[in-house]
C-alpha cells in the first residue's frame, strides 16, 4: 500500500475512503497511542531494567476477562474463518503460553499468592473489557482486542534486543515475532473488512471503544511507572 493511501486527515472523523479502518483508528486515537508504544516504561522493559512485580500482579487480573473477551469474538464472528483463527490463538497463546509465563514469572518476582488490591485502571480497563464482551458486538470485540494487542506489537517490536532475564525477554516475545504479527494483521484485518460496512453510528461506537482501550493502555503503564 503506497503512503498516500496510509494517510489520515487527523482532523476528520470519518474515515479517508482509501485509508483502511483500522490505520484510520488508530490515527483518531493519537497522542495516546504513540505515547504507549513509546512509553517510558515499556522502553525499561526492553532494556530489562522496568520493575514488572506490580506491573505483572495487575496484567495477571485481566487474563480471565481477556480470556471471556476472546471466546465472544469466537461466539460473534460473522464467519467459520474468524472463529477458528481466535479460537487457536485463545487456546495455543493465552490459555497456555502466556498463562504459563504469568505464574513462573510472578514466582521468580515473589509476586502475591492472593490477588492484589486492583488499581482503578485495572477496575476500569476489566469493565470495558466486560462491557464489550457482553455487548455481543463482534466489532466491538474487535476494538479492544486490537488495541490490547497491537499496541504491544508497536513498543515490543522497537526493542533493540532482547535483555537476559526470562521475566522481560519473554514478555517482549510474547508480544513480537512472526506468529504475534500474524495475530495483529488478522485483527486489523477483521476491522478493515467489516469497518466500511458499518453506518455513521456504528463507526462512531468502534472509535469511542478504540480510543477507551488505547487510553486505559497509556493510563496501565502510568500506573506501573508509579
Given amino acids: 500500500m503506497s503512503e498516500r493511501s496510509e494517510r489520515i486527515d487527523e482532523h476528520n472523523e470519518e474515515p479517508e475512503s482509501r485509508a483502511p479502518f483500522s490505520a484510520w483508528l488508530r490515527s483518531q486515537s493519537e497522542p495516546d497511542w504513540t505515547a504507549v508504544v513509546t512509553h517510558p516504561f515499556a522502553e525499561a522493559i526492553g532494556s530489562g531494567t522496568a520493575d514488572m512485580r506490580r506491573y505483572l500482579e495487575q496484567d495477571f487480573q485481566f487474563v480471565d476477562a481477556f480470556t471471556a473477551l476472546l471466546g465472544a469474538a469466537v461466539a460473534a464472528a460473522d464467519t467459520f474463518e474468524s472463529r477458528?483463527?481466535?479460537?487457536?490463538?485463545?487456546?495455543?497463546?493465552?490459555?497456555?503460553?502466556?498463562?504459563?509465563?504469568?505464574?513462573?514469572?510472578?514466582?521468580?518476582?515473589?509476586?502475591?499468592?492472593?490477588?492484589?488490591?486492583?488499581?482503578?485502571?485495572?477496575?476500569?480497563f476489566r469493565a470495558l473489557m466486560?462491557?464489550?464482551?457482553?455487548?455481543?458486538?463482534?466489532?466491538?470485540?474487535?476494538?479492544?482486542?486490537?488495541?490490547?494487542?497491537?499496541?504491544?506489537?508497536?513498543?515490543a517490536s522497537r526493542t533493540a534486543g532482547l535483555p537476559e532475564g526470562f521475566v522481560h525477554r519473554e514478555w517482549i516475545e510474547l508480544h513480537s515475532g512472526p506468529e504475534f504479527e500474524a495475530w495483529v494483521g488478522f485483527l486489523r484485518g477483521e476491522l478493515d473488512r467489516l469497518g466500511?460496512?458499518?453506518?455513521?453510528?456504528?463507526?462512531?461506537?468502534?472509535?469511542?471503544?478504540?480510543?477507551r482501550a488505547t487510553t486505559l493502555e497509556r493510563g496501565f503503564?502510568?500506573?506501573?511507572?508509579?
Fill in 196 to 211: 466500511p460496512g458499518l453506518d455513521e453510528n456504528g463507526r462512531a461506537r468502534v472509535l469511542d471503544v478504540f480510543r
Fill in 84 to 124: 477458528a483463527a481466535v479460537g487457536r490463538f485463545l487456546g495455543q497463546t493465552v490459555a497456555d503460553t502466556e498463562r504459563g509465563y504469568f505464574h513462573r514469572a510472578l514466582a521468580e518476582l515473589g509476586g502475591e499468592p492472593a490477588p492484589p488490591t486492583l488499581e482503578p485502571v485495572t477496575i476500569e
Fill in 130 to 155: 466486560d462491557e464489550v464482551r457482553r455487548s455481543q458486538d463482534y466489532p466491538l470485540i474487535l476494538a479492544v482486542l486490537c488495541v490490547a494487542e497491537w499496541t504491544y506489537l508497536g513498543w
Fill in 221 to 226: 503503564f502510568d500506573m506501573a511507572l508509579g
